[in-house]
Every structure is written in structure tokens, then in C-alpha cells.
Nanobody, 123 residues
């Protein structure tokens, strides 16, 4: 069974910075796209940033210029560096990965979510 495990959440003042990381546990063949999502209290989950295996990144308009997504394809780890955090970005941040897992009938796609890590932005 494949899992994604996040770390790096915590509390920060408005304007502060945090870096989240997320890596897999388990056996898999490869990972295609990886992404970070946030879910603020009482709101739907929304995409923050996505990165391909080749390193092409795309961001939500609200975080462009402040957040940076990156990945280490050796460690299969994805990072989210967040600068200039705002109070409204208080949320549970979850990572997502588009995996290929080996089965007896071949490699099959599997979307995996992490359990989430809480980021609190407050003065």
C-alpha cells in the first residue's frame, strides 16, 4: 500500500514563511504529477500548486510569486515553500500524487493523498 506523509506544518505570523514536505511510503513504480492542496475551515479543498515529473509547475493565482513547489525525483519528495503567508491561508495542506503501481497485470495508475498538515497563520 502506498502512502504520502507530509511534514512541516505549524504556526506562523502573517507575512511569515513555512516549508512543507511530502514523501511516499510503500512500493510503487513511479510518480507522475504531484501537487499541494489546501482546505480552509468550512471551505472546499482547492489546488495550490502542481508539478510534473519533469519539473513544470503551475500555481493558483492567489499564491503566484509567494509559493514555490519543487520536487526531488531521487527521494520522490515534493516541497512547498510558502512566503508572505496570509491569515486566510490558515488551512490543512495535503499533498497528492499520481502514482504508477506494479500489479500482476501490469503498472496501474493510483492517486494517493496524504493525511494533511495544519498551517495556522495568526498574529
Amino acid at each position: 500500500q502506498v502512502q504520502l506523509v507530509e511534514s512541516g506544518g505549524g504556526s506562523v505570523h502573517p507575512g511569515g514563511s513555512l516549508t512543507l514536505s511530502c514523501g511516499p511510503r510503500g512500493v510503487f513504480f513511479s510518480i507522475n504529477d504531484m501537487a499541494w492542496y489546501l482546505q480552509a475551515p468550512g471551505k472546499q479543498r482547492e489546488l495550490v500548486a502542481v508539478i510534473t515529473s519533469g519539473g513544470t509547475a503551475n500555481y493558483a493565482e492567489s499564491v503566484k510569486g509567494r509559493f514555490t513547489i519543487s520536487r526531488d525525483n531521487i527521494q520522490n519528495t515534493v516541497y512547498l515553500k510558502m512566503n508572505g503567508l496570509k491569515t486566510e491561508e490558515t488551512a490543512v495542506y495535503s499533498c497528492w500524487g499520481d502514482f504508477l503501481v506494479a500489479t500482476i497485470i501490469g503498472n496501474l495508475p493510483l492517486e494517493v493523498w496524504g493525511q494533511g498538515t495544519l498551517v495556522t497563520v495568526s498574529s
